[in-house]
């Protein structure tokens, strides 16, 4: 009996930690976390960018979160290789529903073209929730 209600706590604390989301408090909290997370991104630290998200990120394991971790690296790797190597960056739009969506949009800059970045935040009663991160080379969109 010991040993199950070991093996249930170990595994409690575990997958509990995995899926406790950090909140933001207030606007000011997820436009930082965006701008921390796009330096890094600039700067090609994309294991850094991924720990200033991970307290807010809601995934049910931690293998889950290595593995977009992990796709994200090989995919901006294969982009560089094709467009050069980053820039800069630059938050292009912020957007609001109501008091419940707030999306912010960045532009990554290489060498010889561009991604988005959509960064979305929910708040279902008083803090702020990350919500979703996104990227492409959809540029269109920023002119409607």
Known sequence: MKK??????????????S?????????????EVSDKFMRAI??????GAFKILQPYFRTSSEEEYA?????????????????????????VKEEQAEDLLLQYTYIEKYEANVLRWLFVFYKPKDKWLFKSLSWDEKIQPLFD
């Open 4 to 17: 199950v209600l070991f093996v249930f706590l170990f595994l409690l604390f575990f997958t509990t930690g």
């Open 19 to 31: 899926w406790a989301q950090q909140t933001f408090e207030n606007k000011d909290g997820t436009r």
């Open 42 to 47: 600039v700067a090609l630290d994309v294991q």
């Open 67 to 91: 593995k977009l971790q992990i796709q994200t690296i090989n995919q901006l790797d294969k982009y560089a290789e094709r467009f050069g190597f980053p820039i800069g960056s630059q938050m």
